[in-house]
């Protein structure tokens, strides 16, 4: 078998970083050169191995301008054997001095799928052998279009007055579910969502919605507007509220 060539991309190459074809063209994912013109994306923190001038394997590590973290993997793609991506991975990890967070995207119902468990089980197998261990997995849920099940007429909703009212809500949220970026939003900024979520969700007050029963706050929810992809991100019961259950749907993802 041909020898692997494995190295990071120079300035210039990301013609050859995208000569892979994309194993998984159903997923959201900013192209390369885009991440590049962004600054998220650098040759340096991006790794490919080839054989016989062929890319069988690329990794990119991204890290957003101004970020007070340490870059994470974002894109991993392999048309090789397992071992072959976790040598792929050992070399980067050498040289951005140690494993960091590998946030791996899956489509929808990805164990159900043969199609797409064909694509991940070598990639994921090569993560395991270079060190990774599986963390967790967070669902992305989305609305698909049958209607939405009726409001209780329980509770009311109503947007935000102002920054200092959602501040005072969160202050008294014991334990917030915080729904995306958690991760992201502290590598970023250096932000605890559950503590600081405008910190990081910087769309308008209005965006916010306060739970009523009965004309008495109960909850906040708040969506990820410019953070992420638009969904739900924060959402949380005052800690003398009991049983909200039915939210108002200002997003999917």
């Known amino acids: 078998m041909t020898d692997l060539v494995i190295r990071p991309l120079v300035a210039g190459e990301e013609n050859l970083f995208e000569s892979m074809p994309d194993p998984l063209p159903q997923l959201r994912q900013v192209g390369y050169a885009d991440g590049l013109a962004g600054g998220g994306y650098r040759p340096e923190n991006t790794w490919i191995a080839l054989r016989a001038g062929r890319v069988v394997g690329r990794a990119a590590w991204v890290l957003p301008p101004g970020a007070v973290g340490a870059p994470w993997l974002e894109r991993f793609d392999l048309a090789a054997e397992p071992e072959a991506g976790a040598a792929l991975l050992r070399a980067a990890h050498q040289a951005l001095g140690g494993p960091t967070r590998y946030y791996a995207a899956m489509?929808?119902?990805?164990?159900?799928?043969?199609?797409?468990?064909?694509?991940?089980?070598?990639?994921?197998?090569?993560?395991?052998?270079?060190?990774?261990?599986?963390?967790?997995?967070?669902?992305?849920?989305?609305?698909?279009?049958?209607?939405?099940?009726?409001?209780?007429?329980?509770?009311?909703?109503?947007?935000?007055?102002?920054?200092?009212?959602i501040n005072a809500m969160v202050a008294r949220i014991?334990?917030?579910?915080?729904?995306?970026?958690?991760?992201?939003?502290?590598?970023?900024?250096?932000?605890?969502?559950?503590?600081?979520?405008?910190?990081?969700?910087?769309?308008?007050?209005?965006?916010?919605?306060?739970?009523?029963?009965?004309?008495?706050?109960?909850?906040?929810?708040?969506?990820?507007?410019?953070?992420?992809y638009p969904l739900i991100a924060y959402l949380g019961l005052l800690d003398q509220a009991s049983g909200v259950s039915c939210w108002p749907r200002r997003s999917g993802c």
């Open 107 to 165: 489509p929808a119902h990805w164990r159900r799928r043969p199609e797409v468990l064909a694509v991940v089980r070598a990639p994921m197998a090569a993560a395991r052998l270079a060190g990774l261990v599986e963390r967790g997995e967070r669902l992305r849920c989305s609305w698909t279009g049958t209607p939405l099940p009726a409001a209780s007429g329980r509770y009311t909703f109503r947007p935000a007055a102002d920054v200092a009212e």
């Open 174 to 228: 014991a334990e917030p579910d915080v729904l995306t970026g958690v991760e992201v939003a502290r590598a970023v900024g250096g932000v605890d969502l559950a503590t600081d979520p405008l910190a990081w969700l910087t769309g308008p007050a209005g965006d916010w919605r306060i739970a009523l029963d009965a004309g008495r706050p109960v909850g906040l929810v708040g969506t990820a507007g410019q953070a992420c």
